[in-house]
């Protein structure tokens, strides 16, 4: 059974595939620094490494209300971890209580597809595909 985290921030749904889901973080301890590649606004620390907060709404073409995120969701991809703001968790939830459309892969794009639930469209975000476009800043 496939199962999706649900969050939100800044107006946007989005989701994150549950088997690249590391963990939720309610009031994080982030660290803005000097310097930080265009995309990171903060960095945290993770066992013993620094982890980017990346700013989602950039990636997505929306306009970002700054401040600090009420959580923060730790994502694995295959260049390592990242982190995502969210002002809220809206849940695991079981791919079949919704409806999940899936784009076809012609172009690299952060969004892997779409989840209807409850209402709401989320984003299924391609974590791969959103780290490394944060790599190709450097």
């Given at each position: 059974m496939n199962r999706l985290g649900l969050f939100r921030v800044d107006g946007i749904h989005y989701a994150v595939p549950l088997p690249r889901l590391v963990r939720i973080v309610q009031q994080p301890r982030c660290f803005p620094l000097?310097?930080?590649?265009?995309?990171?606004?903060?960095?945290?620390?993770?066992?013993?490494?620094?982890?980017?907060?990346?700013?989602?709404?950039?990636?997505?073409d929306i306009e970002a209300v700054q401040g600090q995120p009420e959580y923060v969701v730790f994502a694995d991809s295959?260049?390592?971890t990242i982190a995502l703001p969210a002002l809220e968790t809206c849940g695991i939830v079981a791919k079949q209580k919704g409806r999940a459309i899936y784009m076809a892969g012609e172009h690299a794009s952060i969004r892997a597809?779409?989840?209807?639930?409850?209402?709401?469209?989320?984003?299924?975000?391609?974590?791969?595909?959103?780290?490394?476009?944060?790599?190709?800043a450097f």
């Open positions: 000097p310097r930080l590649p265009r995309g990171v606004d903060a960095v945290l620390v993770e066992n013993e490494r620094l982890v980017p907060l990346l700013n989602l709404p950039m990636f997505m295959e260049y390592g597809g779409e989840f209807d639930y409850l209402q709401n469209r989320f984003t299924i975000l391609d974590i791969d595909c959103l780290t490394m476009r944060l790599t190709q």
